[in-house]
């Protein structure tokens, strides 16, 4: 167990520290504030704090991590180890010349999103915006890989003490916003799209709306059985997120209550988890969330454990707050950016959010993604497409992360704009099965 003397113990700290050594890490730490303790303890230990006791493993600490709500910090970024980027220079009388546990904190809380910014026609936070973007380090987990530098700051410090090993791991998701292009439509939404076929002059797609309907083809949004036969040789579970929300201007989905609609989500629970897709109205509204939560529930007879927000939306801290009322354990929303690839929080391992508002860790757990089907659209060929792919990948098997990645479901169809896609699906579940 690492020791950590510290002069105080706040929420903050607790909270990035448990993040670093426990979660990224793997090995426990514990804290105090008495110098006798720290002394007396006989085995790996470190002192964050403005002022080194002695010669001990010592961090010099940043204020971050001991105020209380916002404030106007300055960052300025530097190279470190030729390969990384860092902030919060602390000196170099510290064992690490950065504190990388208020750099750390800053980007694990989002403490930037909370900063007044400019929005795009959604109401997102956009990749722009953000200090990773802006200074070149977004494509890295630069908080797993400064975990991984501190950690050979504390072996050659302690070579004795044997820290764990942690292995690579995938979780595919596949967005779900409607199960099918032509099928489930209803009437209405088949007679408006088959005049909107026919003024837009768009003849292949009636001939297949029609086809599809007299069922003598294929509808190009069902990929299900190639997805789940996926998942029965995959070692690593795969989730499925379903939008169950209201038509609307931004949701299209099918009718909840067809029966075709609910056996489909039955029938997918039956090799992987079933999450919620958050409605684009529901984001805001939690009497709207409650009803979609308690829809999914009915099909899946158990408790909802995990969501997305529709168009990858986030208001924080707002939007995480309606998930806790409800309970729900995990949120898949936190991405690299729907048309950017990267690490939005700097980490490719699952963390609880922090409530910068109430300065409380929470107990929901944000599983990150890192690259959107979306987001590999911008590269004109699939050679460059597999390139990219390849090397955000590598990024997370060099600090042994989780690699999360989201595809929908009419991302795996034999439409000409997703052509190649299933090339780039399998490249993902081949890294995980491959793992040893």
Not at 198 to 227: A, E, G, Q, W
Not at 324 to 351: Q, W
Not at 354 to 376: R, S
């Amino acid at each position: 167990m690492l020791l950590v003397y510290t002069h105080k113990i706040s929420p903050r700290l607790n909270y990035v520290f448990k993040h670093i050594c426990t979660r990224v890490l793997g090995i426990d730490v514990t804290f105090t504030t008495k110098v006798e303790k720290f002394i007396a303890h006989d085995s790996i230990k470190m002192s964050y704090t403005k002022q080194a006791l002695g010669n001990e493993f010592f961090v010099k600490s940043n204020d971050l991590l001991f105020e209380q709500g916002l404030n106007d910090i300055e960052i300025n970024i530097m190279d470190w180890g030729g390969h990384s980027k860092c902030f919060f220079f602390n000196g170099d009388k510290s064992a690490i010349p950065f504190d990388i546990f208020a750099a750390s904190f800053y980007l694990l809380s989002r403490y930037e999103e909370y900063l007044p910014h400019v929005k795009d026609e959604f109401g997102r936070f956009t990749a722009s915006e953000s200090i990773a973007y802006k200074h070149k380090f977004l494509h890295q987990p630069v908080v797993d890989i400064w975990a991984y530098k501190f950690k050979e700051a504390l072996q050659k410090q302690f070579p004795d003490f044997e820290f764990p090993t942690k292995t690579y791991s995938i979780k595919p998701i596949i967005d779900v916003p409607n199960p099918y292009r032509y099928k489930l439509s209803g009437i209405m939404r088949t007679i408006g799209g088959t005049l909107k076929d026919v003024f837009r002059f768009k003849f292949k797609s009636l001939y297949t709306r029609f086809m599809v309907l007299m069922h003598f083809s294929h509808d190009p949004y069902d990929t299900f059985k190639y997805v789940i036969n996926k998942q029965k040789q995959s070692k690593f579970r795969f989730s499925f997120f379903f939008l169950l929300g209201e038509y609307s201007t931004y949701d299209k989905g099918a009718n909840v209550n067809n029966k075709s609609f609910i056996s489909l989500i039955k029938h997918v629970g039956d090799y992987s988890n079933v999450g919620l897709k958050i409605s684009y109205f529901a984001i805001d509204d939690a009497d709207v969330l409650k009803k979609e939560k308690t829809k999914i529930e009915d099909i899946i007879n158990k408790p909802l454990r995990a969501s997305r927000q529709s168009f990858s939306k986030l208001n924080l801290p707002e939007t995480y707050r309606n998930l806790i009322e409800l309970n729900i354990k995990e949120d898949y929303t936190m991405g690299g950016y729907v048309n950017e690839i990267g690490f939005r929080a700097g980490s490719c391992t699952p963390f609880l959010f922090y409530d910068l508002d109430y300065e409380i860790q929470t107990p929901l757990k944000i599983c990150p993604y890192h690259v959107m089907d979306f987001a590999l659209l911008k590269h004109k060929s699939l050679l460059d497409k597999k390139r990219v792919l390849n090397n955000i990948i590598n990024e997370v098997k060099q600090v042994n992360g989780q690699f999360v990645s989201v595809f929908h479901n009419y991302t795996l169809s034999y439409s000409d704009r997703w052509s190649g896609f299933k090339d780039l699906f399998n490249i993902i579940l081949e890294s995980g099965n491959n793992e040893n």
